[in-house]
């Protein structure tokens, strides 16, 4: 029999692993010291532990360990190819993270664009025509205040939008994906130029009017809220 620091160093493990295994039911020493509470473990539970260990490289789950320790070969590859399947997704799904980093990475902004949903809105708006980007200020001196644009990409001259107002044309915003970021007063029109950006860098469309939310806290501090529905493009057939 060993003592359970003897059985930790045989198997390549510590103390602390073991002494786990044990509370969750997965590996009981073969006896333990009434007196002094030490743990013993034989040959039947470092067979047992090798399995455990071995099931987790493969990259089983404890809580999937403990139900296919024991159980036949054909158990056990059905658990190995729900694990693999679940790390083939997790595979995909850090790729994918890894690429919008690198993209990042690549283009000169300073701005982090958050995807959300957001919610369907109900306005009544003022429609109006802007000349330049930089009159939006003016056109939305009320704070709070959202602005509503029908641009599909940087304005490139005069555009359409609508301003909210107390009383004016209804006008609803579905619910829809965005692509969003929270900016201060002084860096509203850079980074909506750079939010279109992103949604080219990334192979997306405009789907929906773009809202801009203006918003003031407490202590008077004016922050705007860009939103940029969109969608990927369809792929031919």
Do not use: K, N
């Not at 039947?44 to 999937?64: D, F, N, Q, W, Y």
């Not at 802007?130 to 644009?149: N, R």
């Not at 555009?159 to 002084?186: E, I, K, M, N, Y």
């Not at 939310?213 to 004016?222: A, E, F, I, K, N």
Request: glycine share 6%; net charge positive; proline share 6%.
């Amino acid at each position: 029999m060993w003592r359970i620091g003897q059985l930790a160093r045989m198997a390549g493990t510590t103390e602390r692993t073991l002494r786990h295994y044990d509370r969750i039911g997965l590996l009981a020493p073969a006896a333990v010291d009434p007196v002094s509470g030490y743990r013993w473990y034989g040959v039947a539970e470092l067979v047992r532990l090798e399995r455990i260990r071995a099931l987790r490289r493969l990259g089983l789950p404890l809580r999937l360990v403990a139900d296919v320790v024991d159980a036949p070969d054909a158990e056990v590859r059905r658990a190995l190819r729900d694990t693999l399947a679940d790390l083939d997704r997790q595979v995909a799904e850090l790729t994918a993270v890894a690429e919008r980093a690198r993209r990042h990475l690549a283009a000169p902004t300073s701005f982090l664009p958050h995807v959300t949903t957001a919610a369907a809105r109900r306005l009544h708006v003022r429609h109006l025509t802007v000349e330049h980007p930089s009159e939006i200020a003016a056109a939305c001196a009320d704070e709070p205040s959202v602005l509503v644009t029908w641009l599909r990409e940087r304005p490139d001259g005069a555009f359409a939008a609508a301003v909210g107002t107390r009383a004016g044309d209804p006008l609803t915003l579905s619910a829809r994906t965005v692509a969003r970021v929270t900016v201060t007063a002084q860096e509203v029109v850079r980074a909506g130029c750079e939010l279109f950006d992103w949604l080219v860098r990334h192979g997306l469309t405009v789907s929906a009017p773009t809202a801009e939310t203006r918003l003031v806290d407490g202590d008077g501090v004016r922050a705007t809220v860009l939103e940029i529905p969109f969608e990927a493009p369809v792929s031919p057939r």
